[in-house]
């Protein structure tokens, strides 16, 4: 059984600042190792149930947050910038589940800690055939594409409940119960492993049960940008287009193809943008 492993970092229990999950310095050193062990956690659950084979997509910031050599099941390292499928790089049809770890909310939940949707600075909100959408719901979008189920989300309850319109039957995993943007309460570094652990295995036990993303296609994504700006420059891309001075639409029977679409436009807003 082979796993599609994409992690974030600001869902890990305790982060709650961007200091603690942006390098370099003394607490994101101390998170990132937080953030290695839940996803070891997840790949010890795996183990469990029978995987052999695992991909991580190391997917935060500068994409180089864990270490290699200490990654469980000998799994493979996919860590860098500028992948073209970002998050879900390296995910095709050979795989027989995904999971997304240490997972956020979107740019729209504003009670969500760290809440973002790919770029913070340029993203105001972005909809799935006309839902809320964080990184967990766009993402899967390639999953579907590929026809491999996500079958394990961890992260605050807001993640997994905008998670779930896309993923309904996902195994979720809470580590933190969200605050405000900058405070959440979370369970112990070892509790949440644990639930980890258990949640991957019990996930795997029942993959077969696991449908693909209920997502409706021809599929569409709208994105709300910070300014006009951003979204006249995201119609600049074939099959954009501007549905009010901040607001671009994507459509596509293609979910791959929309996927690819969405990360051109945030390829483009991050070069203005930052």
Request: include cysteine; proline fraction near 4%.
């Amino acid at each position: 059984m082979k796993v599609f492993l994409s992690t974030d970092m600001e869902g890990t229990a305790g982060v709650v600042d961007w200091s603690q999950c942006r390098g370099p310095g003394q607490e994101y050193e101390y998170y990132r190792g937080q953030l290695q062990a839940e996803v070891n956690a997840a790949i010890d659950g795996a183990l469990a149930a029978g995987a052999t084979e695992f991909l991580v997509n190391d997917s935060h910031s500068t994409m180089q947050n864990l270490r290699p050599d200490e990654l469980h099941g000998r799994a493979s390292y996919l860590s860098g910038r500028h992948k073209p499928l970002y998050m879900m790089e390296g995910l095709d049809d050979s795989f027989d589940a995904a999971f997304f770890v240490s997972y956020h909310g979107s740019a729209n939940s504003t009670s969500s800690v760290l809440y973002h949707t790919y770029n913070p600075r340029a993203i105001a909100e972005v909809r799935l055939n006309g839902a809320i959408a964080g990184e967990a719901g766009v993402n899967a979008l390639v999953a579907l594409a590929h026809g491999v189920p996500v079958v394990l989300i961890s992260g605050d309850r807001l993640t997994i409940d905008e998670a779930q319109p896309f993923c309904p039957d996902v195994e979720a995993v809470v580590v933190k119960e969200s605050v405000s943007h900058n405070a959440a309460l979370s369970l112990h570094p070892d509790v949440a492993r644990e639930l980890i652990r258990e949640g991957a295995q019990r996930a795997l036990n029942r993959v077969t049960d696991f449908q693909l993303p209920d997502i409706t296609l021809p599929a569409e994504l709208t994105v709300r940008f910070h300014n006009r700006a951003l979204a006249e420059l995201a119609c600049a891309l074939r099959g954009v287009e501007r549905q009010d001075e901040k607001v671009v639409a994507m459509r596509n029977d293609d979910p791959l193809q929309l996927f690819r679409t969405f990360i051109a436009a945030v390829m483009l807003s991050r070069g203005v943008s930052e």
